[in-house]
């Protein structure tokens, strides 16, 4: 396959994804039962009747014309940015309403993955390179870390180091009464408070990377090339680093790519234990009050972050492994 | 300059332990087996021993928040309902969650996997583009969307959407190991004899793979708990099913951590992580019967604070080290 077959192919999937994920996000409040101006209606009892057709022409909630005519609509609308507007923060918009909060979660969870990342594939090299040594020994328990449910952790860790400790805050991005903006007092604040979050995550999904890592990595070890570089005398440094990991990370890095999905699933968790202002927590408030609109609005620039984070993945791994760059990478 | 190690030990010896390596699962395998062998049959048999109704409440002073006692061995919650039987019965329905989605997307990723690796060609491509977009879209919070518009939030309906998000990782190593399976001499030798396609499927292809399928089972397994019991944690889930999610789901929200009610929250959530970690241990050992690598070597030998087993390459080092070169019992 040669280089222009393999960027294709890559432009084709992330085609079809982004239309995906726009489709799914199209169909699923018109398969489902329940619409936002009835909740709007309830909410405020002293609503006229007729509000409900202006509302339902706000909230996009009004189904005309044929589906296809719908769909085209919806088409044009999300590519002008225009996600509609919220009803539990009525009238913000949802697309102010998810650039206030984005930053907030890709700033924590950004630097908590590649933390993990890149301290989980370091101990995963050493475990294999040091094959039965104690930190291969300790690999087992690390799956016990695996196996608990993130939000259970993560309250453990809320009780023991903020509630009976007092050593870090118990919740919120930053100390209330700070106005959010680039000044120390707001940074050191909003520093302090990441420090938990940012640690549950660390915790949680290292131990994932380091076994893959490990594996991938004894396997590399028993390839000739590696005891060709023994058998010519390079330093053990320069076998591990550039002759087995840099072969054995190429899974872990696709891998990477691949996670960073699950890593914004883990984010909803732990905004919702911390209740710190990200996106996941404000989905999750939107899908508690059937705040419809925000929900869409949220999913679709979920799967649209996964999509970009992917197409970086695909760039990075391209500089990576030089059999991808001739364009002969497929699985 | 460099030389080769010097090699001692008998052949003989070498190849009788490795013979019994092979055979005998590593104790991670074992240990993983029994925990998850020990939760099949507290789910089996938990709701016939369970003392209480879990759902039977009682405000009398003494059944609230009841630390663990004779009466009430893993104590009361804040509405005096009995954890021990809340567990019982939660496991089950936990477990069965699980157990049914693992089913069901391991199903569809060997099928997906099977026909992507064997067809080739544009279904291979239809297939891989369909996995890979699946697999993009980020599930908790679909689930979480998906859910959050269902009308009622039924077993069923999770275990179908969990399911739906579940097969494409599986689908993607089956149809890779197809892919080199298909190209072996015995595929071809069978095809060449004039063997049906489903049964050059059935019985060539999908012998060799059992192992990966069992680790993609195991794996959807854990998933589905993992993500059931974070649904229900965040009160997506059926109120009226007691699972182990929905009970974590009460003792949040009746504060159990702020009043140190640790009875009340800490066996639902070690059920939950031992359960993970008996089906992480579990998959250890299918990887080690796929990937011979993997096991846990007999006859290992350190030398420049490597361990070498007899299926290593010859080790080498440099000469003029100070370390003595230790000898490993066989070369290949």
Known sequence: MSAVAFVVRRLVFYVVAGWAALTVNFFIPRLMPGNPVETMMAKFPELQPQAQRALEAEFGARHDGSLIHQYGQYVVDVFHGNLGVSVIEYPAKVSSIIGATLPWTLTLVGVATIVSFALGTGLGILAAWRRGGWLDRVLPALTFLQGIPYFFLALLVVDAFAVHLGWFPIQQGYSPGLVPGWHWPFVQSALYHSVLPALTIVVTSMAGWMLQMRNVMITTIGEDYVLAAQAKGLSSRRVVTTYAARNAILPNLSGFALSLGFVISGALLMEIVFSYPGIGLTLYNAVTSDDYPLMQGIFLIIALAVLLANLVADAVYVLADPRARAGRSET | ?332
């Open chain 2, 1 to 332: 300059m460099t030389v080769a190690l010097p090699v001692r030990g008998a052949r003989a010896r070498g190849a009788t332990r490795r013979a019994a390596g092979a055979r005998r699962l590593s104790t991670k395998a074992r240990i993983g087996a029994l925990i998850c062998a020990l939760f099949v049959v507290a789910a089996i048999v938990g709701p016939m021993v369970a003392p209480y109704d879990p759902s039977a409440q009682s405000f009398a002073p003494v059944d609230i928040l009841h630390a663990p006692s004779m009466a009430h061995l893993l104590g009361t919650t804040a509405r005096g309902e009995d954890v021990l039987s809340q567990v019982l019965v939660g496991l089950r329905a936990t477990l069965v969650l699980g157990l049914l989605t693992g089913l069901i997307a391991t199903v569809l990723a060997v099928v997906v996997g099977i026909s992507a690796g064997f067809l080739g060609g544009f279904w291979d491509e239809l297939l891989s583009l369909l996995s890979n977009v699946f697999l993009v879209l980020p599930a908790l919070p679909l689930l979480v969307v998906l859910i959050g518009y269902l009308p009622q939030r039924g077993q069923t309906s999770t275990i179908l959407v969990l399911s739906l998000l579940g097969w494409p990782w599986g689908a993607r190593v089956i149809r890779a190991q197809t892919l080199t399976l298909r190209g072996r001499d015995f595929v071809a030798a069978s095809r060449e004899t004039g063997e049906r396609t489903w049964r050059v499927i059935f019985f060539e292809i999908l012998p060799n793979e059992v192992s990966l399928i069992a680790a993609s089972f195991v794996s959807t397994v854990l998933y589905a708990i993992g993500t059931s019991v974070a649904l229900a944690f965040i009160g997506l889930t059926n109120f009226s099913q007691w699972s182990l999610g929905l009970i974590l789901y009460w003792a949040q929200n009746g504060n159990a951590l702020q009043l140190n009610a640790w009875w009340w929250f800490a066996p639902a959530g070690l059920c939950v992580a031992l359960l993970g970690t008996g089906l992480v241990l579990l998959n250890f050992g299918i990887d080690e019967i796929g990937n011979p690598r993997l096991r846990e070597a007999a006859g290992r030998v350190r030398i420049e604070g490597r361990a070498w087993r007899p299926a290593d390459p010859t080790p080498v080092v440099r000469s003029g080290s100070t370390r003595s070169p230790a000898a490993r019992p066989e070369a290949r």
